[in-house]
């Protein structure tokens, strides 16, 4: 597991985004974790985005642009664009709103335009919706869906033998790329006597509803 990865499993605990215990997910199903993308300072959205630029730029992803799908894709989506400009690579990002605007620019649309090939920006992905609504929209602009990032893959199964991950990848052809996985937080469970309770759970729930990579 590369350094960067394990680090933002322990930054997400650190910032009790991502917990252990007993949650009910949207499925129905019991899990022994809970991840949710809500970093909301200044000092945790940045190195949230350096995350997703570490990983949208080790992925080696061909893309001319971001866009965040409304509304939990929007901040990352600036946040990582400034991460990439810190790194020396400056992209325009757009995001949408959930219902258009009459007056003024009006539509559903703000920022760059959309063009080229452009990298959906999201926290995670679970029934797939957002990034349906996503790819619709860049196509209609005339701008083509070049991926997804996304802060954590759960690998585990949707309503058939693929995960949600999966059945994005496989119905659009676009990559996904995540920070990181749930193998990536076995692996973390594994090297931290700390949580080393949480191990056995986990692994059990991955048995159950998990997918192969």
């Not at 394990?6 to 605990?13: G, V």
């Not at 063009?115 to 602009?141: F, H, P, Q, W, Y």
Request: no cysteine; charged share 20%; net charge negative.
């Amino acid at each position: 597991m590369s350094d960067f990865r394990q680090d933002f499993i322990r930054f997400a605990l650190d910032q009790q985004v991502l917990k252990f215990g007993e949650f009910i997910t949207k499925a129905g199903r019991k899990s022994p974790y809970f991840f949710n993308s809500l970093f909301n300072d200044g000092a945790s959205t940045l190195q949230l985005s350096r995350f997703y630029a570490r990983a949208i730029e080790t992925s080696q992803v061909s893309f001319d642009m971001l866009f965040g799908p409304a509304y939990k894709g929007i901040i990352p989506a600036a946040a990582t664009a400034m991460a990439l400009a810190e790194n020396g690579r400056n992209v325009p990002f757009a995001y949408n709103r959930k219902e258009a605007k009459d007056h003024g620019e009006g539509g559903t649309l703000v920022g760059a335009p959309l063009k080229g090939k452009v990298l959906i920006i999201d926290d995670v992905i679970s029934a797939g919706t957002s990034v349906r609504e996503s790819v619709e929209l860049i196509r209609s602009a005339g701008a083509e869906p070049a991926g997804v990032a996304i802060a954590l893959d759960r690998m585990e199964r949707g309503t058939g033998t693929l995960s949600a991950v999966q059945e994005v990848a496989q119905q659009y052809g676009l990559p996904v790329v995540a920070i990181a996985t749930l193998n990536d937080l076995l692996g973390f469970l594994q090297g931290s006597p700390a949580l080393a309770e949480h191990l056995e759970a986990v692994r059990a729930y991955r048995q159950q509803y998990g997918v192969d990579d």
